[in-house]
């Protein structure tokens, strides 16, 4: 008989029961804060991650644009050059000195370079250097009893700077 009492009263429900999860949290007050800094702090990534998206996106629209209108303010110094030239094709037609003419031509060349010059292009000074193959492009080598082999001794075409960046080689004939 004492085994049938045992199983009676193992198969009897218990008054007791298993808190769930959710009321687990309700009951304890460290754990329900817990849980609600886990959710600001969700929030905040969430608001974070939102915020870089969009400065992504704008810096990339501000790169797009900047590559598209890098170039406005070098095209804008270089229309008063564009009008001094069309004005000496003017004159030219209209059967003018040539002298005048030439000056006029000179002056705008100069007046060209300059614009170059405030932009940071510089030509380079080829003639009477040594040959470098970062600054010079030899075309031809000829030579010659005046200088020492491995010389400039003629440009062909000036080669430009952009600051400290070689923006176009010269080129050159080189002693040999």
Do not use: C, W
């Not at 969009?54 to 629209?61: A, D, E």
């Not at 590559?67 to 070098?74: D, G, H, I, R, T």
């Not at 000179?106 to 030509?123: C, H, N, S, T, Y």
């Not at 030899?138 to 600051?163: C, F, N, P, T, W």
């Amino acid at each position: 008989m004492k085994n049938d009492t045992a199983a009676d009263a193992s198969e009897q429900p218990r008054d007791e029961q298993v808190p769930t999860d959710t009321e687990e949290t309700t009951e304890d007050p460290m754990i329900a804060e817990l849980v609600k800094q886990a959710e600001e702090n969700q929030q905040r990534y969430l608001r974070a991650q939102a915020d870089f998206d969009n400065f992504r996106r704008r810096t990339q629209k501000e790169k797009e644009e900047l590559a598209q209108y890098a170039s406005m303010k070098l095209i804008t110094e270089l229309l008063p050059v564009v009008d001094n030239f069309g004005r000496a094709l003017d004159a030219a037609k209209g059967g003018g000195e040539l002298d005048a003419f030439a000056k006029g031509v000179d002056m705008i060349f100069r007046q060209f370079e300059a614009v170059l010059e405030q932009e940071g292009v510089k030509p380079m000074d080829a003639v009477g250097q040594p040959f470098n193959p970062e600054f010079h492009q030899a075309v031809m080598r000829v030579e010659s009893d005046e200088h020492e082999e491995g010389i400039v001794i003629e440009e062909m075409q000036k080669g430009y700077m952009l600051k400290d960046k070689v923006l176009r080689p010269a080129m050159v004939k080189v002693s040999g």
